[in-house]
């Protein structure tokens, strides 16, 4: 999809310093505000462009949907960027009438960081113990003591354990009996 611009409307400068900050497959872009004088509030709009849209799509850009024409200088992509595949990135900024070119950034989020953090007080809640965890290594450690009993228990020392008790009175003359 061509855009067809009127030539001299890019009266703003483009947003600068464009990254991403990418950790646990949580994708934030970010950037600074053009160096500009803005009577009003600053705009911004992000797109994105995949291996889809680029090679089946004709090189068509996508609207970050939920960064449509807002004044922060971030944007959460997580749930737009789905695949592991190379995404070109492309935010612009508006001010009145006046629009910015865009500032690109390729993106991969294969390059996404995974810092490990043990499990504490300050853990997020996923990694501590839970009611269950603990159930079942409690559970898990009682039997695995009985098996150790039940496997190295001598017959004379363990025979009081299993041994049967006689029937109480009142159901011995049961036994006999057919239902």
Request: aromatic share 10%; hydrophobic share 40%.
């Amino acid at each position: 999809m061509m855009e067809t611009v009127p030539a001299g409307v890019w009266t703003l400068p483009a947003p600068g310093t464009v990254s991403m900050d990418s950790v646990n497959m949580r994708h934030v872009l970010r950037w600074t505000q053009p160096r500009a004088s803005c009577n009003s509030t600053v705009l911004y709009s992000v797109q994105y462009q995949g291996e889809f849209e680029l090679l089946i799509k004709n090189g068509s850009w996508i609207n970050a949907a939920e960064c449509q024409r807002i004044p922060l200088t971030s944007c959460d992509l997580t749930f737009d960027l789905g695949s592991d595949s190379d995404y070109s990135l492309r935010v612009r900024a508006q001010c009145g009438s006046k629009m910015s070119a865009w500032a690109k950034f390729p993106f991969n989020r294969n390059n996404s960081k995974k810092p490990g953090s043990p499990a504490g007080p300050g853990a997020p809640a996923w990694k501590q113990p839970t009611a269950v965890t603990v159930t079942v290594v409690v559970m898990l450690g009682l039997l695995i003591g009985l098996f150790w009993a039940l496997v190295h228990c001598r017959p004379d020392s363990c025979q009081k354990y299993f041994q049967k008790e006689p029937l109480p009175s009142f159901l011995v003359g049961l036994q006999h009996v057919v239902l």
